[in-house]
């Protein structure tokens, strides 16, 4: 595993747990961390232990605070194109599921990572919220697309254009938040969840995010496609022998990822 400045890195049996570890800035997002983070998570997608990836912040204040405000305040536009999307287009194209653990702040950049991963936990001291409208700009990862998707336009709307902050219970009564836990829960939480997608067939579990994000992007009639071929692709895989074998045989399925 390489070095890294601003994220951690650990495995808890087959999950990989990347923690975003500038505390001291409520881990704001500058883009050396994004670089790093990009990287981190390509990395565990192609080792073949891991199955699943868990991003959470370090400290007890924040996921993380946003995209690092300091260090876009003197960045032209190209500074920002060179400098930040590319990577966050990495952080989407992961196959692995992400899972986010979230304690704290959310906000900006930091909520639009949440909203990159798969499923969300989240802490019952955290706060969503998307303040860039107060820094004269608009969210530029996602979050006027995927918040919209997920909270409807009226719900956004409200967001985007005060930055009010949200909390973890209000996100998850729209369906943004997967499990809301007592504070400082949130990373074990996440952690056990990932393990149970850990012990799914993991071309299955890959297949099957697939499936589940062409629904934001395609007409339905293409998405039936994809999770028909999906489907019919998976016959073809020792796995699934295993899995419907262990079911006959009244025992836990042992999958191989094959
Ligand atoms: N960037 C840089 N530094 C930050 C950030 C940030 N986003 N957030 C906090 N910090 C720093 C503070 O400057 C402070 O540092 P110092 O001790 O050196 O003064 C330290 O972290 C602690 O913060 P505070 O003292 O402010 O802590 P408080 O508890 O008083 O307040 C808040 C916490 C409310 C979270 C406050 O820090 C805050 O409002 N932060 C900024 C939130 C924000 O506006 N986020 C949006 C940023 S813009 C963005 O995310 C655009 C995303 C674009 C993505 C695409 C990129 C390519």
């Known amino acids: 595993m390489s070095n890294y400045q601003s994220i ?3 495995r808890d049996e087959r999950v990989g747990i990347v923690t975003l570890n500038r505390p001291n800035e409520l881990n704001a997002l500058n883009f050396q961390l ?3 983070l990009a990287n981190a998570l390509e990395e565990l997608d192609r080792d073949e232990e891991i199955r699943c990836m868990v991003i959470t912040g370090a400290g007890e204040k924040a996921f993380a605070a946003g995209a690092d405000i300091k260090e876009m305040s003197d960045k032209s536009p190209i500074d920002m194109l060179l400098g930040g999307f590319e990577n966050w287009i990495r952080i989407r194209r992961v196959k692995k599921p992400l899972i986010a653990a979230v304690g704290g702040y959310a906000l900006g950049g930091g909520c639009e990572l949440a909203m990159h991963c798969d ?3 989240a802490s019952e001291n955290t706060r969503f919220g998307q303040p860039e409208i107060t820094l004269g700009v608009i969210p530029g990862a996602g979050g006027t697309q995927r918040l919209a998707r997920t909270l409807g336009k009226y ?3 409200e967001m985007v254009l005060t930055g009010v902050q949200v909390t973890a219970q209000e996100m998850a009564d729209h369906g943004l938040v997967n499990r809301v836990v007592p504070k400082g829960e949130h990373l074990r939480e996440a952690v056990k969840l990932a393990k149970e997608v850990a012990a799914r067939g993991p071309i299955a579990v890959r297949l099957a995010k697939q499936a589940v994000l062409a629904s934001f992007e395609t007409t339905l009639e ?3 496609e994809m999770e028909r071929k999906n489907f019919l ?3 073809a895989t020792e796995d699934k022998r295993e ?7 009244k025992r836990k399925a042992d999958f191989k990822g094959r």
């Open 34 to 36: 994004v670089s790093e």
């Open 233 to 235: 692709l998976l016959f």
């Open 222 to 224: 293409e998405g039936l």
């Open 155 to 157: 719900r956004t709307m």
């Open 119 to 121: 499923m969300i936990v």
């Open 8 to 10: 951690l890195v650990d």
């Open 243 to 249: 899995g419907m074998q262990a079911f006959i045989e």
